[in-house]
């Protein structure tokens, strides 16, 4: 089992936990869950008058304090970790105290799931040492027993990839190294929209040894697409364009590329497509499809990259011409919804209606001849956006450098501009999807059914 | 005496002016004033005046999470503290896939009032708005009159017996009132209420209808 942490949850949780060093100090995780993993999307620091007591060896919560903790994760069915730390350790290892205590906490949400009372969901410890070592370990209910756990940040993904070996990526390995080189065959990446520029952005990734896509896109090769879309040619018109884009892809990595290619537009019935993705890659669009992926990245704790261009002709004359890139890391920085420009709700309610819906709002004069039709479109553009991108991710992945938050291209006075701070763009408390009582880590469950009181004051009217 | 809800209720003078109440609370100007009372809710410009008595609310934006309980049931308690308690709210719990009002004055002359409003709630809710398109769409009772006049079918407004109103909605009775050029939402402060308000003045002066 692994343990799904937001980066800035993670650092802040070690924070609170090495903040005092004479005492333990404790915290709880709470998180939805499959056979393999727990994403972790809310952290309760206890708060010091909730510990009924505390010491360099020993802490004890105050009963109320367990029990609201018990129902929270009763009503929403989330799994329940049960973090403390050793300020004084150098190794973060269970003491017997640990065991103890651990394990009567452990049989009896057994029991109680057992006598219905309680949802079966998974007990999971955290030790945190002073040296911020982590030892983490989630109760197997058969064995009756804990089993060791790997806790990590939504970019720490481990697979079982072999380095690549291949002497095609000799030049590059001088930049990223063998390390690099593996995580990018280790990457399970999912495209979506395969148009100008995703169609690039997907070559340029394959050609870096990326070899585990979903590609998906529910259109097929027109011949408007031919300016535009490299390896796809007159005879491909008519065919799907995931279909072209994966025998591209098999064409440059050969028989280890893992291709699956999705005939299908993102709708929400199918978001699960995009649940177990290392990385999340959205070049559509529409904004229907960004506030899904957007949704998803922070469901499923799933970085996600978005890249979008637009040019505006007021005739002959060019009045905008450029683009941008926007790296999500849920929990960490701002989601796409936090951004000052945001999610238009308008075109993304458009983008969302049932056909029937948009053939009444097309009777009603609602939808103008033109209002979704495409604009322009060329390659030179696509071409900068997609390598500013693949240039991105392959630093998000190698980590041969920091990753940008946000890259914008001026493609008029060939202008590049970068934020890499995400306080810089600032996370909004209260965003729908990952603010309190948002989405984060909520994985495929319908809804979240219950937050605390104190974390619905925080959602009262402002009223400014 | 008249009151105001703001952050908290306050005594305000009667007969004052809604600009000189908005300066007085530090209210800013371009935020709108509702009166409640048994009439249901009425938006107040800023040269009415306070009456006696009268309650009125600064429409709530609130910034909030996301379409999900927490959400909705944050929405219901604000509708059941703002609107009359003549009028039920009733939600779906825990799904809150739709909220119904019922007994709630639709205005001067229609037959029936008082009557029965729903609103459907999209999924993407709060991140895109209510009533934009027949599916998600904001409702009320088919076959309405208004000063003995079977309410014709609109653009921009009443849909009942004709193909825009979807066949499911009007087996149950309802008709659908068009918010499709709807033109402003704001997914961290709109709610509900808007929606509610917006149709309310509709339904007063079908000919004014205001879309932000």
């Known amino acids: 089992m692994e343990i799904v942490v937001p980066t800035g949850y993670l650092a802040e949780l070690i924070n609170h936990l090495l903040e005092t060093k004479d005492v333990e100090t404790h915290a709880f995780l709470f998180g939805s869950f499959s056979e393999t993993k727990i994403l972790v999307g809310r952290v309760w620091k206890t708060p010091p008058d909730m510990y009924d007591s505390r010491s360099s060896v020993k802490v004890e919560l105050k009963q109320d304090y367990i029990v609201r903790a018990l129902e929270y994760a009763r009503h929403n069915q989330f799994a329940v970790i049960d973090v403390h730390s050793h300020p004084w350790a150098n190794r973060a290892e269970f003491s017997s105290i640990d065991d103890r205590y651990g394990l009567e906490n452990a049989t009896w949400v057994k029991r109680k799931s057992e006598e219905g009372v309680f949802p079966r969901v998974p007990w999971g ?3 945190v040492a002073g040296s911020k070592s982590i030892n983490a370990r989630v109760f197997d209910f058969k064995r009756e027993s804990f089993a060791k ?3 990590r940040t939504p970019l720490d993904f481990r697979h079982k990839a072999e380095a690549a070996s291949s002497e095609v990526f000799n030049r590059q390995i001088k930049l990223w190294g063998v390390e690099g080189q593996r995580r990018l065959s280790d990457l399970r990446v999912a495209i979506v929209g395969l148009g100008g520029l995703g169609v690039l952005v997907c070559e340029q990734l394959a050609r870096m040894g990326i070899r585990q896509f979903t590609l998906i896109d529910g259109d097929r090769v027109e011949s408007t697409n031919l300016n535009r879309l490299t390896g796809f040619f007159a005879d491909h018109i008519g ?4 279909d072209i884009c994966a025998l591209n892809i098999k064409r440059i990595s050969g028989t280890k590329a893992n291709v699956k290619a999705i005939h299908r537009f993102l709708r929400r019935r199918n978001l699960n497509l995009l649940e177990e993705q290392d990385l999340l890659i959205g070049a559509v669009d529409r ?12 469901r499923f704790l799933v970085p996600y990259i978005d890249i979008g261009t637009g040019i505006k002709a007021n005739g002959e004359n060019v009045t905008q011409m450029g683009g941008q890139i926007r790296f999500i890391n849920p929990g960490t920085g701002p989601c796409l919804q936090c951004y000052s420009t945001g999610i238009d709700p308008f075109e993304a309610a458009l983008d969302l209606m049932s056909r029937e819906d948009l053939q009444v709002r097309r009777e009603l004069g609602y939808i103008e001849g033109t209002a979704l039709s495409p604009e322009p479109s060329v390659i030179p553009l ?11 991710i392959s630093k998000l992945v190698t ?9 914008s291209y001026n493609g008029l006075d060939n202008e590049i501009k970068v934020l890499d701070k995400a306080m810089e763009l600032g996370r909004q408390k209260n965003c729908p999807v990952c603010g309190i009582g948002g989405l984060l880590g909520i994985g495929k469950t319908e809804k979240q059914a219950y937050i605390l009181p104190e974390e619905q004051q925080e959602m009262v009217p402002l009223n400014n | 005496m008249a009151r105001i809800i703001s952050t908290e209720q306050k005594d305000i003078p009667d007969y004052s002016s809604i600009r000189d109440i908005k300066i007085q609370q530090n209210i800013p100007g371009n935020r709108d004033i509702v009166e409640i009372s048994s009439q249901g809710v009425q938006r107040r410009t800023d040269s009415e005046s306070t009456r006696p008595g009268g309650i009125y609310v600064d429409v709530p934006r609130y910034i909030r999470g996301v379409q999900n309980v927490a959400i909705m049931m944050q929405e219901i308690a604000m509708l059941k503290m703002m609107l009359p308690d003549e009028i039920n709210i009733i939600a779906n719990p825990p799904d809150y896939t739709f909220v119904l009002l019922e007994n709630y004055l639709l205005g001067q002359g229609y037959q029936p009032s008082p009557s029965n409003i729903l609103i459907k709630i999209p999924p993407e809710y709060p991140q895109i708005p209510p009533g934009l398109n027949p599916t998600y769409g904001i409702y009320v009772v088919g076959g309405l009159k208004r000063n003995g006049q079977a309410l014709q079918c609109v653009k921009d407004q009443y849909h009942w017996d004709c193909v825009h109103n979807p066949s499911e909605m009007k087996q ?3 008709a659908w009132w068009c918010f499709a050029r709807l033109e402003s939402w704001d997914p961290y402060r709109d709610n509900l209420f808007k929606a509610i308000v917006i149709l309310t003045e509709t339904l007063r002066n079908p000919e004014q209808q205001r879309f932000g």
């Open chain 1, 125 to 127: 410890m955290v030790l």
């Open chain 1, 149 to 151: 756990a790997s806790i």
């Open chain 1, 239 to 242: 065919s799907k364009k995931a």
């Open chain 1, 287 to 298: 904004e229907g499809a960004r506030l899904l992926l957007n949704e998803a990245a922070g």
């Open chain 1, 382 to 392: 696509n071409g900068v956006l997609a390598s500013l991108a693949s240039q991105e």
């Open chain 1, 399 to 407: 980590r041969f450098h920091r990753t940008f938050f946000y890259v």
């Open chain 2, 172 to 174: 149950k009775g309802w």
